[in-house]
């Protein structure tokens, strides 16, 4: 690849990379924006589940902070939960999930003890000998009742289409003008946590807490759950927030009556306390001993907020976004500001105090701080402060990053980066260095351009030399031109290091596996293409800069340049891909070499010891071949004779191996004490 004018191109590059560093300055604080704006309760988009990045984080905060301000009452009095659990099932050996029986003589006990309401968080969705039992007592009850109903469609894993269907038949028997069934349906994150009210779903019953106690402003509330704390006693000791009794006791007639204070006006919310079943987590959880909530504790939460009219005010959006603005605001002033530490401190101090206390603010005054981005604001707030400090501070790094990028389209990056950091290497002179020279050459190109479209093979050639050109740099090389499809590289200069013949045969080997995925991927209607032919070879070479002080070239003159071409060229003639010469195969430290005998290249009067890369090629084999070869270097006449018949025996084993046939006939060809010449 040329590389005239580098220097030269440099001013118009660091032009180009302020404009780009704004649009980049401008995109961060545009995510800062979003991440301090964002409700993180809401989905990206419409298309499904998708989460701000932040979401995680902000759940926890969020929790933290609902438990910290959780309010600490007494025991609530107008509400009484009427469980059954793992016990209760064994003792009545029912699974569906309790006794009917059992329940209908409950709920005529509680119908006389004079409770104000009923709520059955139970799904009647299999039958039982005890349904008509059942029905006839709901027919009876003089209170509201309301029946559990779930919809297939927002629990298609609870519930299967013959359970909904019994479950409509049943509330359909058991409905009468006290007895109607109510949506149990609840609601949780991501994470499995139960933190807000569940949308009701069009054309479904009402929510169970709604149906129970009616209150218009929460018809359409979306907002936090409030859940509380219980109030500690004098004694340490902690009652729960929503009493309980089992089941059992209550349909006990005797037990009953001498429980009817603790039934009488409440709202009485009837369900299962089983294990690993309507178990949630909640914002609590960290702060209870038991880490679940059952579901129907979380109903009688929000029957309580009801009952208490604690409709949470929600952040209005414009306040959110206002207030990500003035986060973003402050982070840009205070990175432009370069305020000394004495300054600097305060401000963030002050700064971090607003925006780990606001939230904590809100949360006390009884704000629905779910949704507020807490941890976006701080996050927010460092892009915003990084991406102005590092644009408003950035112009000399930004210049050494383009013109790094500049040379990493000739040079490895660390090579690129020491000539940064020594900008006389980029001084006119050369020097004698001994370098690693790799040529390449597609065959066919020239004959194809005239088949093809000009732009089609500006195309195709771009594609080819990008391809070849990630080989060179991903193996440490430096790329020093291109000549049409031809590719020279060398490795050792401008910088020398310990495994650059290793590198450079692994490369040549890499361009020519590049050259066949390119030849396998031509568009449609392109003639195939030949393949990548590589010639490498080590030598003395002059290496520096040349040219004149505006227009400068760093590149390798010499014969180690003329060789490793004519060891490319060579390629065509003895029918190999890769050619590779002795002095840069011994140095290359690898296994896999076979050797191609010894061929005199055009315009050298030395012959050259040839070796191509087989790793695919026999272990074995390459051994033979080195000992028939040696023998044909022999004066015994007979034991030329007899290596002769060993590599024709060779060529039957790999009849398809079109360099070994030509080794083969170039040692019948030139006879004996003979070299090969290439024309």
Known sequence: MRQRG??????????????????????????ALFLAGWDWNRPLGSGGPREIPTADAERGLYDWRAASFAPRVAQDKRILMVVYDDQTLIATRKRSPLDRGLLARALRNIDAMGARSIGIDILFDQPQDEDQQLLATLHAMRIPVWLGYANLGDNQEQIIFEQQQYLDRFIGEARTGRVRPASIRLETDADNVARSWPVPTPGQPPLL??????????RDYRGAIRFRLPLRQADGSEEPVIPSLQIDTLADPVMAAALAPMVRGRHVLIGGDIVDIDQFETPLSGRQARSTMIGLEVHATMLAQLLDGARLPAVPDGWRWGAALLVVLAAGVTSLAELRWFALVPALAVQAGAIAGMPLWLQAKGWDTKGLPAAGWGLGWILAFAAIGVAARAVTS??????????????????????????????????????????????????????IAPEMVAQLLNRYLDMLSDVVLAHGGTIDKFVGDAVVAFWGAPIARPDDGRNAALAAYAMWQAGEAFRRDLPPGVPPIGRTRVGLHHG?????NFGGEGRIQYTALGDSMNTASRLEAANKSLETTILVSREAMLLSGLDW????????????????????PAPDFPVGDRAVLGQILAAFDSEDAEARTRALERLKAMINHHPDDAALANLLYRYEYIGEGGTYGLG
Do not use: N
């Open 593 to 612: 070499w076979r050797p191609m005998g010894r061929v005199r290249l055009r315009g050298r009067a030395t012959p050259v010891d040839l070796f191509e």
């Open 398 to 451: 930004q210049q050494r990053r383009f013109a790094q990028a500049a040379l990493g389209k000739y040079l490895p990056r660390d090579i690129a980066a020491q000539i940064l950091a020594e900008p006389e290497k980029l001084a006119l002179h050369g020097e004698k260095r001994a370098i690693f020279t790799l040529f390449t050459d597609l065959e066919g190109f020239t004959k194809l351009s005239h088949a």
């Open 6 to 31: 580098l220097l030269r191109r440099g001013a118009r590059l660091v032009r180009d990379a302020g404009r780009w560093r704004l649009v980049a300055t401008g995109l961060i604080l545009l995510l």
């Open 209 to 218: 807490t709604l149906a129970m106690h009616p209150a218009p402003s929460f």
């Open 540 to 544: 003395e070479a002059i290496v520096g």
